[in-house]
């Protein structure tokens, strides 16, 4: 059990000594600073049973106020196994409690934390999630305290104009949740600062279906048919941007313009094999979510039209992150679409529109489409046992190509692959 005193530290300015409570715990002491301040009037000097002199507080109202404070940290600890807590652990068990935690603060630290790691994206729906928290609470520092079932069941009923918000805002504000009381409680040690958990009782609304993206063939081969401006003033277009790394996006299975911002020079192989980890989920499989997938020929040549000094492409010494060059990208889109004659098309829309071709042209199962889009597993404990044959992405992705473009990749190349592969 920790023991208290209560003693000064030092003189301020104004010849007043700001009043401490002294904690020791396992050979280990720590002070916790009080309102109070005491003069020279409310010290004493006495005597050690060596002899050895030291100055105490004796202002009466002072120390009484802070036995009162000590009898409370008394309170507190006896309700906790603090043999198994640190000095550190009782410090912070005693001056934070429950109701003093933050959770904007500790919002603000988590989403940093995911802008360090390259998850901007992601970042920005969490941004967006805290803000309209803080819009409806209307206040700047939200304490865990404030989110109880009943405020964010409002929460969420004020904002009905939108079944996405709806879902996607408390479900993001439940995970910083869920992270804060990993961080805060340990109950090996019954230390509980978090107490309550209003998602255990709080239904979030389920999202909508969102609408199919995927088009049509005849509109993707209008799409890259299209009559586009290539330079401008010595550089590159928008819309020959967009062109091409739509063009990417579909040749290669489905990537993520994400991906193709990210990957390193050493992800693609010397004979064409690109391998790297999807972004949005590598944090969140155990695999990594790692994918190879043979680089068809008809975009080979884009490999070395954008080829990049730092990384594999140009795309992050143009552009600030991912998603500025989505942005981009996106915009070029609508460009390419009215040369075509066409709308609605996005860079996501290549994606859907591969699975939906593989599936529904080309006979592909589910989960062949999911292993080629690299998505989760529906089999992730038979999974664990099993060693990927990624070139039956090859030949998916063959299929898909041939289907749109009339182009495949020789059958000589993808038994050779399987070798390689298997030789690693």
């Known amino acids: 059990m920790a023991a208290f005193g209560i003693v000064i530290r030092g003189k301020r300015n104004d010849g007043f000594y700001p009043v401490y409570i002294r904690v020791s715990h396992q050979s280990n002491a720590s002070y916790i600073k009080t309102?109070?301040?005491?003069?020279?009037?409310?010290?004493?000097?006495t005597y050690t049973k060596t002899g050895k002199e030291k100055v105490e507080v004796s202002d009466v109202k002072v120390v009484r106020e802070c036995m009162n404070e000590i009898a409370g940290y008394v309170r507190r600890l006896n309700d906790v196994d603090s043999d198994k807590m640190t000095i550190q652990d009782v410090i912070l068990f005693l001056t934070t409690g429950e109701t003093d935690l933050s959770f904007s603060g500790f919002a603000e630290e988590f989403i940093t934390n995911m802008k360090n790691k390259g998850r901007d994206k992601s970042a920005s729906n969490y941004i967006m999630a805290t803000?309209?928290?803080?819009?409806?609470?209307?206040?700047?520092?939200?304490?865990?305290?404030?989110?109880?079932?009943?405020?964010?069941?409002?929460?969420?009923e004020s904002m009905s104009d939108s079944s996405r918000k709806r879902n996607l805002y408390p479900t993001s504000i439940k995970a910083m949740?869920?992270?804060a009381i990993l961080r805060y409680n340990d109950e090996d040690r019954d230390i509980i600062r978090i107490k309550k958990n209003p998602f255990n009782r709080l239904k979030i609304p389920k999202n909508k279906a969102s609408a199919k993206r995927s088009v049509e063939i005849k509109r993707i081969q209008d799409f890259f048919n299209a009559p586009i401006r290539e330079k401008f003033n010595n550089d590159y277009t928008k819309e020959k941007i967009a062109h091409d790394v739509c063009l990417l996006v579909f040749c290669l299975a489905g990537i993520n313009t994400a991906d193709l911002?990210?990957?390193e020079h050493s992800s693609l192989s010397d004979d064409w094999v690109l391998h790297y980890k999807r972004k949005k989920t590598r944090d969140k499989s155990s695999t990594g979510s790692y994918t190879e997938i043979k680089v068809p020929r008809i975009i080979r040549p884009l490999f070395k039209i954008y080829k990049g000094n730092k990384r594999l492409f140009i795309w992050s010494e143009r552009y600030a992150g991912p998603s500025d060059f989505a942005n981009v990208v996106a915009k070029g889109c609508k460009q390419v679409c009215e040369k075509a004659e066409t709308e609605g098309?996005?860079?996501y829309s290549f994606r859907h529109s591969f699975a939906t071709i593989a599936i529904n042209e080309c006979g592909a199962t589910m989960d062949d489409v999911a292993f080629a889009l690299n998505q989760a597993s529906?089999?992730?404990?038979?999974?664990?046992?099993v060693r990927p044959d990624y070139t039956r992405i090859d030949r998916l992705n063959n299929r898909v190509l041939r289907k749109v473009f009339k182009k495949?990749?020789?059958?000589?190349?993808?038994?050779?692959?399987?070798?390689?592969?298997?030789a690693r």
């Open 35 to 45: 309102s109070f301040v005491v003069s020279e009037r409310g010290l004493k000097k």
């Open 378 to 385: 529906a089999h992730k404990v038979t999974s664990i046992y």
């Open 177 to 179: 949740f869920n992270a």
């Open 261 to 263: 911002y990210d990957l």
């Open 345 to 347: 098309i996005t860079p």
């Open 408 to 422: 495949q990749i020789c059958k000589k190349d993808i038994k050779r692959i399987k070798e390689l592969r298997k």
């Open 131 to 156: 803000k309209r928290l803080h819009e409806f609470f209307g206040k700047d520092n939200i304490l865990f305290s404030d989110l109880t079932v009943l405020s964010l069941t409002e929460w969420i």
